[in-house]
């Protein structure tokens, strides 16, 4: 029997990207497009679920193995409807902490605040 050929599919990396627009509004999709390729067709009105909150950024981008990876996180994601869950992951994806940091005013260093914050309050 000759060699059995696979889809090409399954071997290409697949992004996840969310997008955020000026109204703070999010969109979760799911590419094999480079998504810088895929913001462009977001801004240029050709997808009809984003075609109206014009323009949008990416503020997200995670890469998977397969669409089905991709997809399964996409759907969990879509699961928390823009609630709390959303706002962790993307406050984690972003490397925030929720906008309590010092350029946003805190002023609490915690309960057993290490060096680096002892010497900020210092100042």
């Known amino acids: ?20 627009n000026k109204e703070k509004r999010h969109y979760v999709g799911i590419t094999g497009l ?3 390729d895929r ?5 240029h009105g050709d997808v009809s679920s984003t075609k109206a909150g ?8 995670e890469i998977f193995p397969s669409f089905a990876a991709a997809r399964s996180k996409e759907k969990l994601i879509k699961s928390w409807k823009g609630g709390n869950a959303f706002k962790n992951f993307l406050s984690k994806a972003a490397g925030s902490s929720n906008g309590r940091t010092a350029a946003f005013g ?3 260093p915690g309960s ?8 900020r309050d210092k100042d």
Request: charged fraction near 20%.
């Open 112 to 119: 057993n605040p290490g060096p680096a914050a002892l010497e």
């Open 39 to 43: 913001l462009k067709r977001h801004n």
């Open 34 to 36: 480079w998504p810088e």
């Open 106 to 108: 805190a002023a609490y």
């Open 54 to 61: 014009k323009p949008w950024k990416i503020i997200c981008i």
């Open 1 to 20: 029997m000759g060699s059995r050929l696979t889809c090409p599919a399954k071997f290409m990396e697949v992004f996840l990207y969310i997008l955020e």
